[in-house]
């Protein structure tokens, strides 16, 4: 048995519940265009639930002011990267103007054996390359999307982090995103942040009580069928 944190009291505004339980892991993507609300659902629901790992990737760009190995990004050299690949120790990775980023695998099953998801923040690319991974039937897929597009764009200048080009640039992808919906298991539109969070952690704990994500059941039930025997 794994002593897990399942917090389903805090549906109802509770505490968090510890409970002995088994299951496998689970891996948790989410994908939006940038200004949905992607990276504020994560950040909540990792307070939710401790538990939950983040997917930290794995990049061959040198670090920048601040940024800390293992917790930022698992830095590799040029030559580490494409030997991890070959080995097929990446679920997922792509070149971004000259350098690679990727996710790497042993992390991820070492959540799932202990029983622990694993959320990713990734586009619709690397979202498809983990679904296609030898892990991809434990792959749980969201996309969030914003109400419209007039909501998009006042939510990105609302930021005031971004210039008028990188806003436009951010615009104009998004409609490449978003023609990505379809290939996702769930699709929430953010209307409002608190809802949305709800939402996500309605569709993490009913997949996690998933049949196939508790092999402890097959014994269970055969445990009750022969003390039904003996009676």
């Known amino acids: 048995m794994l002593d897990l944190w399942f917090p389903e009291g805090q549906m109802r505004g509770k505490a968090p519940e510890r409970i002995l339980t088994m299951r496998r892991g689970l891996l948790l993507i989410l994908s939006s265009p940038s200004g949905a609300g992607k990276s504020t659902l994560s950040k909540r629901l990792m307070g939710w639930d401790p538990a939950i790992s983040f997917s930290v990737s794995a990049t061959t760009r040198a670090p920048r002011a601040g940024e800390v190995h293992g917790r930022d ?3 590799r050299s040029r030559e580490e990267f494409q030997r ?3 080995e097929g120790q990446m679920l997922e ?3 971004v103007f000259g350098n690679f980023y990727g996710s ?3 992390p991820v099953e070492q959540a799932m054996t202990e029983g622990r998801d694993t959320l990713f923040d990734v ?3 690397g979202g498809q390359q983990i679904r296609n991974s030898p892990l991809g039937r434990d792959v749980v897929s969201v996309f969030i999307l914003p109400p419209s597009l007039a909501e998009l764009e006042q939510r990105l200048r609302g930021r005031g982090q971004d210039s008028e080009e990188v806003i436009a640039h951010r615009m104009s992808r998004s ?3 978003i023609s990505h919906w379809a290939e996702y298991d769930y699709v929430l539109i953010n209307h409002d942040i608190d809802r949305t969070e709800a939402e996500l952690r ?3 704990l009913a997949e996690r009580l998933r049949r196939d994500r508790q092999p402890d059941l097959t014994a269970l ?7 039904f025997d003996r009676r």
């Open 84 to 86: 991890m690949v070959a």
């Open 123 to 125: 586009d619709w690319q």
């Open 104 to 106: 790497p695998r042993g």
């Open 221 to 227: 039930v055969r445990d009750m069928n022969t003390e």
């Open 93 to 95: 990775h792509a070149e």
């Open 175 to 177: 409609r490449d995103e």
């Open 73 to 75: 990004y698992d830095f």
């Open 202 to 204: 309605t569709i993490l």
